[in-house]
């Protein structure tokens, strides 16, 4: 989708929609509202039909305004017609005309009155819970600071982490990793799996060119990489997933490389086999605070 949030509100309620408009963008949603996206020269009607399509969620201000407003019911309509999720905001404490009723009588609205301010980081809260790059953003992000949390908690009490503890966290990183490969980015878990799930060092080498880009070298492994990333937390160890069935650890990485791989925001895979370059492609660097202490 080229678009977050389409926000269907009525002109007299043009200020507190840009500042919905402006909590929603600070939090990292891409927002579309007219007048502000309309591109000069195109047909108005036309083009608020593509931005609608091509939105993952409808944020719907709700007031007396709107409440009366043919051109905020005829985008509710667009976007029931085409299956959006659609998110209602009430600003004041208006009843809900029967034509509005048919379409968000049944819909989970965010309660913004009588304070509407009050309420913009629940509402973005639920918008960013609505749209599919975000929400799972927010589930990797909470992956990652459940696991730092419960580091966190040994290290006060000056204990040792449980091998135990260590492997669930392990299984919980790796399952976090696998659902980002479901079948909805077009991948399918396949039945059989290799007899072995590659997760052993192997030799490897780390270079850096004038540019500051960084290429590691790493022994060929079977299967095409799937959406690889690179999980470092600027220690010495990091792990490359290169799919579902297949991961590389790195060891002992050199103090000087470091900070080198912490600064880029990819880097360069190279795989090998026989001295020759069987396979090259960019992997994400995910960088991460606790996967040191993970991976021991």
Sequence with gaps: MEYDVFISYSSKDKMIADQICEAAENAGLICWMAPRNVTPGKKYAAEIVEAIRNSSVMLMIFSESSNKSEHVENEIDIAFNEGKTIVPFRITDTEMSNELKYYLGKKHWVDGTPEPEKYFEKLVE?????????????????????????????????????????????????????????????????????????????????????????????KHKPGAPEKPRLVYDGGAYALLYRSRDSSIMLNNINPEARPMITAVDEVLIVEIKDDEVCREYMAPVRNVRSLDQLLK
């Design 126 to 218: 639920q918008i960013s819970l609505s749209v599919p790059r975000r929400s799972k953003e927010m589930q990797e992000e909470e992956v990652f600071n459940s696991i730092d949390r419960i580091l966190e908690e040994f290290r006060k009490k000056g204990s040792d982490i449980p091998d135990s503890k260590l492997r669930s966290l392990r299984e919980k990183l790796d399952d976090f990793i696998a659902s980002e490969l479901s079948d909805t980015d077009g991948l399918k878990e396949t039945a059989d799996r290799p007899e072995e799930n590659e997760n052993s060092d192997g030799r490897y080498d780390i270079f850096q060119n004038d540019k500051g880009e960084i290429m590691i070298i790493t």
